[in-house]
């Protein structure tokens, strides 16, 4: 389940949610706590691909709609 705390500093950035999901995930994992393994080699495992993956969409339909603004944009000045 998501973790939000009161006293953490609000991080303002795009899919900050999912971020935080993703990375407790991963630091919180048996590969990582138990194994010793770093995250990147636990992600190369496999663990916490669902959230990986929302991640990843997140990042990407921002990056769509910034695309399609400055689309529009250049539309409109033509």
């Known amino acids: 389940m998501p973790k ?13 949610g999912v971020r935080e ?5 991963l630091l919180q994992h048996d ?9 990147s080699e636990c992600l190369k495992e496999g663990h916490c691909k669902a959230l990986q993956t929302s991640f990843f969409e997140c990042k990407r339909s921002m990056v769509s709609q910034q695309y399609y603004i ?9």
């Open 70 to 78: 400055v689309m529009l944009k250049a539309f409109v000045l033509l």
């Open 4 to 16: 939000y705390y009161e006293d953490k500093e609000e991080d303002t950035r795009a899919c900050a």
């Open 31 to 39: 590969c990582v706590v138990k194994e010793g393994k770093m995250p």
């Open 21 to 25: 999901d993703f990375k407790a995930c």
